[in-house]
Structure formats: C-alpha cells, structure tokens
C-alpha cells in the first residue's frame, strides 16, 4: 500500500493551520483502515469522536461495511492555536449478494436450546476486544505490513451477504482461505493473545489477536489453537491450525478484522495472494 493520498484541509483558522494537513496512506474508503501522520501532539477528531495519536503523531481510523459518504475531520495543534478542518469523502464499495429460497428454518436460525450458550460465548468475544492496549510497538508491526496467516483460493469475501428465504442474514465480515484442515495459521502481525477458546457455537475454535490501539484480528472455525491468552506472538509465528468448526460448511480460515466498533476488511491490508498451486479446497462462509 505505497499511495500516499494528501488530505488538504479546506478550512483554516490559522495560516500556519495547512502543517496539520495528514497524509493517508490511501483512500478512504468501506471497510479500509488508514493511517497518516500530523504533529506530535496534536489532537484529531473524526466526526467529533478523537482519535489516537502516537508519540511520533501517527494517526488511524477504519471504516465499516457500511460508512456513509463523508467525514467530518479536524487537527487541532500542539497548542491549541492551529486547527484545520475537511469533509472527506468515503468510497463505496459494492458487495456480493446471494438469494437462497427453501432453506429449512433450523438452518437459518440456532436453535433456542443454544442462545444462552450464543450470548454467553459473544460476550466473551466483546470482552477480549474491550481493552484499549497502549502498544505503539504492536501497532508498528501492522503498520508495516501485514502477512497472510495461510495461503489459499479466496472462498469467501468482506461484505458479501446471503438472503435466506427473503430474510437477510448477517453479512460476511471477514476473508476466507480454503485449506485443508490441519494446515499452519501463522500470526499476520505482532499481538497479544487476549481469546483462544477451542469450541466456540458459532465460530468453533477462535482466537482473537490485540495489535493495540483497539485494533484487532480473530481467526475462525479452527481445528487447533495453539496459544494462550497472555500469549505475545510476532508476524508468522504459529496460533493454530485451520479447519471446520462451529457453524463452517468446510474448512476454512475466517480472518476478521475490528477497529473499535467497525469491522473493517483484512485483505485491504494484505498483499495479493499468492497463486495457489494446487486444485482449491471447497470451502464457504459460516
């Protein structure tokens, strides 16, 4: 992701106020994550919601499936003298949508013996992605890029959705990887480990990576987790192995990405994947 994208604020308090203009290491756009810098110190809000600035003024924002248009951004400076502000425009993106008629309901909703066990494990997910880790050393890692935690056919895609006999199910908020079960899942970026649970209802064995700063990466469907929580790992290490879990048609991985409340895209942060050089596994999203 070399394009740098230049952000020139349109409305200005001050003349010296155009220093604070950021630099975004590309266009924003649904479901992106970008990050730019301003100067040290300074204070960035989006949309009235401040956003954090590292040490060296590094600053980052995601935007989910379905962000609007525009936001609304302003840089105040170090000392509250120069502030600078614009609407920045969103790119939409469209998504992939499968109509399935005849599905029977048992298949389209859980049945009601499991919901107690649903919400007890989902808040159990919320609770490893509530902490906001003050790792300028683990966000560095995704900032310089990630890697892919297995190499595979693309079976599955961020933002597509199924409608289940007219009825909407969730959309798909991850990237899946068609590999056999079995296969290394490697560590995309430096973390921490704050969920590794081994049979989750819906997403079978889970882990969910901290790379800081309320950003993080869950794995799903896997046949082995193979850290822990408390766990550090650094891009390519090894946390577990791909396979069928949970509410899965065939094995995958199912990598997700969140940015405080948005589910943002993994992919686009990424590189291409490499070109597989066997016949794809058949695999689908949960």
């Not at 309901?105 to 919320?126: D, G, N, S």
């Not at 297995?150 to 289940?164: A, D, K, L, M, T």
């Not at 704050?194 to 819906?202: E, H, I, K, S």
Request: charged share 20%; net charge negative; with cysteine.
């Amino acid at each position: 992701m070399k394009i740098l994208v230049t952000v020139i604020m349109t409305s200005c308090m001050t003349a010296t106020a155009a220093a604070q203009c950021i630099e975004f290491n590309a266009a924003p756009q649904q479901g992106g994550f970008v990050w730019g810098k301003v100067s040290p110190g300074s204070v960035v809000s989006v949309d009235g919601s401040e956003l954090d600035v590292l040490a060296d003024g590094t600053t980052f924002l995601g935007f989910g499936r379905d962000a609007g248009a525009t936001v609304e951004i302003s840089v105040s400076g170090p000392d509250g003298g120069e502030r600078c502000s614009e609407t920045i425009e969103i790119t939409a993106r469209e998504y992939r949508i499968q109509r399935v008629e005849g599905v029977p309901a048992k298949t389209v909703h859980p049945p009601k013996e499991q919901l107690q066990r649903i919400r007890r494990e989902a808040a159990l997910v919320r609770a490893a992605r509530a902490d906001r880790l003050a790792r300028p050393d683990l966000l560095q890692g995704v900032l310089d890029g990630f890697i892919w935690p297995v190499e595979g056919p693309i079976s599955g895609v961020y933002g597509s959705q199924r409608y289940y006999n007219g009825e909407p199910g969730r959309p798909h908020y991850g990237v899946d990887v068609a590999a056999p079960t079995g296969r290394i899942v490697h560590a995309p970026a430096a973390a921490l480990v704050t969920l590794a649970q081994p049979d989750l209802f819906y997403s079978g064995g889970t882990i969910v990576l901290d790379h800081g700063y309320l950003l993080s990466s869950s794995f799903l469907h896997m046949s082995k987790v193979l850290v822990k929580v408390g766990d550090e790992v650094k891009a390519g290490d090894i946390i577990g192995e791909v396979g069928s879990t949970g509410r899965a048609t065939g094995p995958h991985l199912d990598w997700r990405m969140n940015w405080r409340s948005e589910r943002i895209d993994p992919q686009l942060l990424a590189p291409a994947m490499p070109k597989p050089t066997k016949s794809p596994y058949n695999a689908a999203p949960e």
